[in-house]
């Protein structure tokens, strides 16, 4: 009786989901994040939020949110990779579904992810497509290529190969994983302001294997004001640890398809930050960096316009983007 009743236990654990929610001053969004959660038609889970160091009323509003599925941990502000880890560390159960607390789901979204976790057994992360939806309402897609299967889900064998031609084919609101897989990586990277999710995403990436399914399930929300604003004061690491980390990655796996024009990326996307700072000498760099990853007529293209005086190039960027 004794040996039964603990195998229900585990099977009780394996069979729900922890929903691990960063929150720092959403007090008007996170309302709305929890209660599309509590909607889903997959009922079995639990929801850890961890307060960040909320200054304003974020915590209060969590609190007006009646079930006793939510539980509340508190933190002193250490960012969201931290907020993330901490709720890690405090899951009961063995799978985890990240949402930021500005974001929702779409009412199938756990339970497609419940689907593919019972499909796909040989896999430890499980993904779905999401969208974008501004302040007003108005919703755009994601472009995902290079899928290595024509049905609705299947696995992500290709995962960095279809990111360097994509929209991120893994969004933290938008996966879930295996709580020992998330752990075996080290969770997500501290003390890194911009792509630690990015990072985390890869680590995963060459150590197990990702399902994903074609179903747009989950919503990016943002303001385009605030989303300008930030990209606005948003200043590119001087030590760029993703880098030095994404190239420990390579020197352990170099025949993973793709990894090279990942890696490339990123220093493109670097690229187009100094850019709008207006920092030539660093985008010069930056794009060379990306070149010596991964050489093609669009690298090549864009080393050539950056050679060119600046204003002209910054007309020709202002036009053709």
């Known amino acids: 009786e004794m040996t039964s009743s603990l195998v229900g236990s585990e099977m009780c654990i394996r069979d729900r989901i922890s929903v691990v929610i960063p929150l720092y001053n959403k007090e008007k969004q996170i309302a709305n994040t929890l209660h599309s959660v509590l909607r889903q038609t997959f009922q079995n889970f639990e929801i850890v939020v961890v307060d960040d160091g909320s200054t304003d009323n974020s915590v209060q509003e969590v609190e007006k949110v009646n079930d006793i599925r939510i539980r509340i941990v508190h933190q002193k502000n250490a960012g969201v990779s931290a907020a993330r880890n901490k709720g890690i560390e405090e899951a009961k159960y063995d799978l985890i579904a990240f949402l930021d607390a500005d974001d929702k789901w779409k009412a199938e979204y756990l339970e ?18 999401y969208e974008f939806s501004d302040s007003n309402g108005n919703v755009s897609g994601t472009i995902i290529r290079k899928l290595p299967f024509q049905e609705k889900d299947g696995v992500l064998t290709n995962y960095f190969e279809v990111a360097s031609c994509s929209h991120p084919p893994i969004w933290t609101s938008a996966v ?9 990586v080290g969770g997500f990277p501290v003390g890194i302001k ?11 990436a060459v150590l197990y294997k990702i399902a994903y399914s074609k179903h747009s399930l989950a919503v990016f929300i943002f303001d385009p004001l605030i989303f300008t604003q930030d990209q606005k004061e948003r200043r590119p690491e001087q030590k760029d640890k993703v880098a030095i980390e994404l190239k420990k990655i390579y020197l352990c796996h170099k025949n993973i398809k793709g990894l090279k024009s ?26 060379l960096k990306s070149i010596s990853w991964s050489i093609n007529k669009k690298n090549i293209a864009f080393l050539l316009l ?16």
């Open 176 to 184: 879930m994983v295996k709580k020992d897989a998330i752990q075996a």
């Open 194 to 204: 911009s792509g630690e999710d990015l990072l985390t995403w890869a680590r995963l």
């Open 112 to 129: 497609t992810q419940y689907y593919l976790f019972q499909k796909y057994s040989q896999c430890s992360v499980y993904a779905c497509g």
């Open 262 to 287: 990942y890696i490339s990326l990123w220093h493109k996307m670097r690229t187009h930050i100094f850019i709008d700072k207006h920092c030539r000498i660093k985008a010069l760099k930056e794009c």
């Open 306 to 321: 950056l050679l060119l005086p600046f204003s002209f190039f910054k007309y020709i960027m202002n036009k053709f983007s």
